[in-house]
């Protein structure tokens, strides 16, 4: 039923444009939408609450098609709570991306000529702030286009005065309570963003290098040990050996001669090593490497740094200044004019660590940092999902959770930037070391200074669940809306966000979670399973296709792909399918309008309905619950899968093709099927809207008169007068009744397409249906068939038994019999021909003994297909008339 009961809606205007235009829609329709006020939640309402916090895009970001998928269904699960009676909360944002923001403004300074240290830090931090408000936020208005229905008056960027509160809050008490240190450890360094990356900022692939192996001292006293970096070796502090391998025993504790410096080294005995692997020896070089640094902490070992943050060499000598591949090069060179080169290998590949966002070859690099320790963190964020506090979904990515957070190192907070939260961490004359929370005044006074660095990004955006609603403030929104409901994210980013997330949330709300369930989705890949990208010609602007298909197309053919937690492979010809679909609704609707489709009155009693009626009513509700069930698993694709062959096959290819005889007849049984078809395109675009919103308010509007379906009720299952049921209506022997019909008209139209006939030609028919389910259906059978009535020279040339019914068709004269079989006759040699072939192959097992699986898996399915194709002609045949 329609919304809106108080009142009576007003007569729709049924009067719709021949076509859909989405461009013409999409926008006004939007602004209505938010200047009515619907995404807007209100903390003080008694409604059960329902939130989902977005995953904040980059300042810096535009709209690309991973957005567009994530938001389609966090869009479409906001939407749906909101029509089911919840507070439905949608919480945007932006991240302000340290790294990214500061390096689009650093191309803008050198296009001037000009570097950040030209301005000054402050300078430099305003000039980042006017380009924010200039060119950052550019998705937010994408997000409008795709139809986001989140609450743009709670808009929060992570360094607003409120976040930017939390941050100092979180870091104090992380501070005082000695989780958070300083130390000088090993990190991944960019030369080229002259920052420190966390580890799993750093992205591995195979590069193709050189493997050397060198000869370290000399005669007796010497062994070889082998790197790919040979540059490293000016900062070697040791040689490390197994302690039990007998071919260095002797060498253990001695010191021998480092090639190409002055210095001896010390060989030290640690199990670190593989005997097994290469010459069992390996170069420590503490100050840049990590295994070699716990190496040297294990020994006492000095770490000696060789180059500077850019990468070049900073030892005095012949290779001071030259950058570290430069140096490689021609320390390799050295090497050999001493005779010291044993053997090398080139090209080498091997594992590379890249820097995520600029891909430069990444230095492990000996540096003082921010640490937090985050084993009791980690701890909590692990036994959160053990407990079942949090889920998971799909349930077999909590293994690829678990690993990370039950192996997580210390996290390296600080960034060597100028862009972001500024480490609240002052330094006194005297060695003082002073936090400095949100509330408390910096120390002032000579000698008085600020850490110089930034926090790591994903630092702040780790308390967004809990930030974005006031924390640490105890607001009503935080009362109301916290915890979050559904974390809706990609699995490539469970360890730099999901696991952030839950360590901070837990900590920082008392142990209450930050979300309770973690959806995860797969990545947006082409058509052909390829990852997307910028750098790849396969890369897709979703705004092209909105432009050409509309949002909701875009939209749907996102959801439609939308498995959980594997990947969406997307092409264009899926988005004109969906938009195929946009039409399809929009046409069906607009038939109905014009044949009296309506809303007003309560259902006929089903003794009033036609089989077709309690059909289509019973399959609808059968649809509801199926919808449902498939939301409350955050499965998409079935549930937009499903909503597609119900709308598309059942309601608009049958139930609208079946009542088409029965509007031209007019009286009683018109108006009980008008009143069915009008609470079935209710319900059926409620059911889409949360996927498709734009066509389906449109439509929705029109046909009830209603408000908008945003804010309509969420459809449950439909009641007839006089046949309630648990579930809604169902009738078993209208569904098995319009199986049966479907079935004849099936196997006829099949019929015709295999005698080559036109779709709208007409042929005279008899039809029997005496004592069948299919008598009161003689009508719609013939128009949907084409049949006409059998004349006075009427001969049945053609007789097919069909459930029980039977359809005798007079073939003479609308083909060409001796040519039909002489074409059939061809594919049915050819598909002979076809069936030898492959039963030749398949039984000659020299054949099937060498070839590979895949290639005997083809000839299988091309025998299976000519079988069939024997079996459908040869039957084609039996039915033709006689020539």
């Known amino acids: 039923m329609t919304e809106n009961a108080s009142q009576q809606p007003p007569a729709p205007d049924t009067e719709l444009p021949t076509q859909y235009a989405p461009a013409d829609v999409e926008g006004p329709l939007y602004e209505r939408w938010v200047e009515r006020g619907y995404f807007a939640a209100d903390a003080k309402s008694d409604k059960p609450a329902y939130t989902i916090v977005i995953p904040p895009p980059n300042v810096t970001g535009s709209l690309h098609l991973g957005h567009a998928f994530q938001h389609t269904l966090m869009d479409a699960l906001t939407r749906r709570k909101r029509m089911q009676g919840y507070e439905a909360l949608w919480l945007p944002g932006m991240d302000h991306a340290g790294i990214a923001t500061q390096n689009k403004v650093e191309q803008q300074l050198a296009e001037e000529g000009k570097s950040r240290h030209d301005l000054g830090r402050e300078e430099f931090v305003e000039r980042v702030w006017r380009w924010k408000e200039e060119y950052g936020g550019k998705i937010l208005g994408q997000m409008r286009r ?85 540059e490293t070796m000016l900062g070697d502090t040791a040689v490390a050996v197994h302690p039990e391998d007998e071919r260095y025993r002797h060498l253990v504790g001695r010191r021998i001669k480092l090639p190409l410096t002055d210095r001896t080294i010390p060989v030290v005995a640690d199990e670190h090593v593989d ?25 006492d070992l000095p770490a000696l740094t060789i180059m500077d943050e850019h990468g070049v060499i900073t030892v005095h000598g012949p290779f001071l200044g030259l950058d570290r591949f430069e140096a490689r090069s021609a320390v390799v060179g050295a090497l050999k004019e001493q005779g010291r080169i044993v053997a090398e290998k080139r090209p080498y590949m091997h594992s590379v660590g890249h820097c995520s966002r600029c891909k430069t070859t990444v230095e492990p690099r000996l540096s003082m940092q921010w640490w937090v320790k985050v084993g009791p963190l980690a701890q909590a964020a692990g036994d959160a999902v053990r407990d079942g506090r949090v889920q998971i979904h799909p349930a077999d990515l909590s293994k690829r959770y678990f690993d990370w957070v039950d192996n997580m190192h210390d996290w390296c907070i600080s960034r060597q930037l100028w ?123 979703p705004l092209t296709w909105m432009d050409r298909y509309g949002s909701d197309a875009v939209r749907f053919t996102l959801a439609r792909g939308a498995n959980p937690g594997t990947d969406v492979p997307i092409g264009e010809d899926w988005v004109q399918a969906s938009r195929n679909f946009a039409n399809k609704i929009w046409n069906a609707t607009r038939f109905a309008l014009m044949n009296g489709a309506t809303v007003e009155g309560p259902l006929p009693a089903p003794e009033q309905m036609s089989a077709t009626d309690r059909w289509i009513l019973s399959r609808l509700n059968k649809t509801v619950a199926e919808v449902d069930g498939f939301y409350e698993d955050f499965q998409f694709a079935k549930l937009s899968d499903a909503l597609y062959h119900f709308a598309w096959d059942e309601v608009f290819d049958w139930y609208v093709e079946l ?225």
């Not at 750093?202 to 050189?210: K, L």
């Not at 390829?530 to 750098?535: E, I, T």
């Not at 070839?851 to 000839?859: C, F, G, L, R, S």
């Open 659 to 883: 009542s088409k005889t029965v509007f031209q007849a007019g009286g009683e049984p018109a108006k009980v099927s008008q009143r069915v078809l009008g609470e079935v395109l209710d319900v059926t675009l409620k059911l889409l809207h949360p996927v498709v919103p734009f066509v389906t308010d449109t439509l929705w509007t029109t046909l009830t008169g209603g408000e908008s379906v945003v804010v309509a009720e969420w459809p449950k299952a439909v009641s007839v007068p006089g046949a309630d049921a648990p579930g809604g209506f169902r009738d078993a022997a209208a569904e098995q009744e319009i199986s049966t019909l479907q079935s004849v008209i099936t196997e006829v139209r099949r019929f015709r397409a295999d005698q080559g006939l036109q779709p709208g030609q007409r042929v005279p028919a008899r039809l029997k249906l005496d004592g069948t389910a299919l008598s009161p259906h003689e009508a719609a059978i013939r128009q949907l068939l084409r049949l006409q009535p059998e004349g006075d020279s009427f001969t049945a040339t053609a007789t097919l038994p069909v459930s029980g019914a039977e359809v005798a068709l007079d073939l003479s004269g609308t083909i060409d019999v001796a040519a039909e079989r002489k074409r059939l006759a061809k594919d049915l040699a050819a598909a002979e021909k076809e069936k030898a072939q492959a039963t030749g192959k398949l039984g000659n097992e020299a054949f099937l003994a060498k070839a590979p699986e895949n290639v005997v898996d083809k000839i299988r399915t091309r025998l299976a297909k000519a079988e069939e194709d024997i079996a459908r002609i040869t039957a084609q045949l039996a039915k033709l008339p006689p020539a």
């Open 146 to 230: 795709l139809g986001d229905g989140v609450d743009w008056d709670r808009e929060r960027f992570t360094m607003d005065e409120g976040l930017s509160k939390a941050v100092l809050t979180i870091f104090k008490k992380l501070y005082d309570d000695e989780l958070i240190y300083r130390a000088e450890r090993i990190i991944n360094w960019c030369p080229r963003c002259l920052t420190a990356i966390s580890d799993i900022e750093v992205e591995y692939q195979e590069d193709a290098g050189e493997l050397v192996s060198i000869r370290y001292g000399e005669g007796e006293d010497s062994l070889v040990v082998a790197t790919t970096r040979a």
């Open 275 to 299: 005997p097994e692997f290469g010459t069992g020896a390996v170069k420590v070089t503490p100050a840049h490497d990590p295994n070699d640094f716990a190496i040297g902490q294990r020994h």
């Open 419 to 541: 862009w972001g939260h500024r480490i609240p961490i002052w330094y006194g004359p005297d060695g003082e070391v002073v936090c400095v929370g949100p509330d408390d005044e910096p120390p002032t006074g000579e000698g008085w200074t600020q850490d110089s660095d930034v926090l790591d990004t994903w630092f702040s955006s780790g308390l967004w669940p809990f930030s974005t609603l006031g924390w640490p403030e105890q607001t009503e929104d935080l009362r109301k809306f916290y915890p979050t409901d559904v974390l809706l994210t990609g699995h490539d980013i469970i360890f730099f966000w999901v696991a952030r997330m839950m360590m901070f949330g837990l900590y920082a709300m008392d142990g209450k979670v930050p979300f309770h369930t973690i959806a995860l989705t797969g990545l947006v890949r082409d058509e052909f399973g390829k990852k997307m990208s910028k750098s790849n010609p396969n890369a897709v602007d």
